[in-house]
């Protein structure tokens, strides 16, 4: 019986040389490699020809655009999901998506073992392991970069002696991961946490000092989704590529922090994500005008929770399957349009309105004609005021004693 492995493959020098391990060193007769189409900026036809010639029997491309924009994009931009406050999850998303495609291929040809390049350092072997065991329970998790640590030109010498063409590899003086929803940037000169971001390591977004001058755009929701951009209807993601254009011509969305790994390490980190930043800040502007004050202050303490489950990897959990539920009861009225001016490297909010929202101009106006019961507000004071004076008077019986 042969025995398969299925690699979850990035085209890149890492995963390749894994096919090549796969069969040398862990003694497997068939590796299939799975690229995963998430909207990374990839030639994929130079990954299909690495992939053969590292010895893959099958290299596979499967489109998983559009679902990951319409799950894991979606859930997390009802979820304003900001890791830290900041990094809006970017790998994170997209690593149940890959683990799922790569589980559903070992599913249907019975294979022993799923694959995946990560090293022990990162958070990514935690999103794919977890996601292929949700995925596929039982099945063997392999992770040749943690079994080996090999040097970059150790792995360029083995590439080259069985034939792996490397050259579009090693281009990149940092480590790269993308998909349609923005772009992570580690290593090389970042590992200095005082050295400035340099203007090399960004692709999509120009720096905001060359910005042009601000230019407003509207989006409109629908049920907390971003529907249209400037009256075009437009699918999410779509939406998100059209805006990562129009916000990354002003340098928004570049974030540069210091992240807390899950295994315990902090790293530097660069993002870039234009699109997620502008969408989140109009998502919640929009929230703040049509939620109740329980409900959105309920949602802002749920959201991190959720942001820190999908970073450490629990994508595939009861756990976020019931936060989404509640963000879903919160979303049913959170449908109007939002006006945003992007300037240098921020977009601002500038507008905003919704047939549902709770603010009433005739009880918030200072002007003439409102509504807004003042005699009122002169018992809730009362009321109020009970217990502030009961405990300041215990204050001074006690201070006594
Ligand atoms: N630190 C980010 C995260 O854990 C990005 C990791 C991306 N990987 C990379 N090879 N650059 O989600």
Redesign the pocket.
């Known amino acids: 019986m042969t025995s398969t492995a299925v690699l979850a493959y990035s085209g890149g020098l890492d995963t390749s040389c894994a096919i090549a391990w796969l069969k040398e060193d862990y003694g497997f007769d068939d590796v299939v490699a799975v690229l995963v189409d998430v909207g990374q900026d990839t030639d994929f036809e130079p990954a299909f020809a690495r992939g053969r010639a590292a010895g893959a029997n099958d290299v596979l491309l499967l489109d998983r655009k559009d679902a990951f924009a319409d799950e894991q994009v979606a859930k997390a931009l009802l979820a304003n999901a900001l890791?830290q406050g900041r990094?809006p999850?970017?790998?994170?998303l997209s690593r149940p998506v890959i683990a799922e495609a790569v589980a559903e291929v070992a599913l249907e040809l019975g294979a022993e073992a799923v694959v995946h390049g990560c090293t022990g350092k990162?958070?990514?072997q935690l999103?794919f392991e977890l996601a292929f065991k949700a995925r596929y329970p039982g099945i063997r998790v392999i992770a040749p970069l943690r079994d080996h640590s090999w040097t970059r030109d150790e792995e360029l010498a083995y590439a080259a002696a069985r034939g792996i063409p490397v050259e579009a590899t090693s281009a990149s003086p940092?480590?790269?991961?993308d998909n349609l929803f923005g772009r992570?940037?580690?290593?090389g000169a970042l590992e200095d946490p005082w050295a400035a971001p340099p203007e090399d390591a960004f692709a999509l977004t120009a720096s905001p000092s060359s910005a042009p001058a601000p230019h407003e755009v509207v989006l409109a929701f629908d049920a907390g989704l971003p529907v249209a951009l400037d009256d075009e209807e437009l699918p999410l993601a779509g939406l998100v590529a059209r805006l990562n254009e129009q916000a990354g011509a002003y340098g928004v969305g570049r974030i540069d922090m210091i992240?807390n790994?899950?295994v315990g390490i902090k790293?530097r980190?660069l993002?870039e994500a234009p699109a997620a930043v502008t969408l989140i800040a109009a998502h919640q502007a929009l929230e703040e005008l049509v939620l109740t004050k329980d409900e959105l202050f309920a949602k802002r303490e749920l959201e991190p929770k959720w942001a820190k489950l999908v970073?450490d990897g629990l994508w595939f959990s009861p756990l976020r399957e019931a936060y989404d539920a509640f963000f879903a009861a919160t979303q049913r009225l959170v449908t109007g349009e939002i006006r945003v001016s992007l300037q240098a490297g921020v977009a601002v909010v500038t507008g905003r309105r919704s047939e549902h929202a709770l603010y009433a101009e005739t009880l918030a106006s200072y002007g003439t004609g409102e509504t807004f019961p003042h005699d009122a507000a002169e018992g809730f004071l009362r009321i109020l005021a009970l217990e502030v004076e009961q405990a300041a008077a215990r204050q001074r019986r006690t201070a006594r004693v």
């Open positions: 890791y990094y999850l970017i790998s994170a990162g958070n990514d999103r940092y480590s790269i991961d992570a940037i580690e290593a992240e790994r899950a790293s980190e993002y970073y």
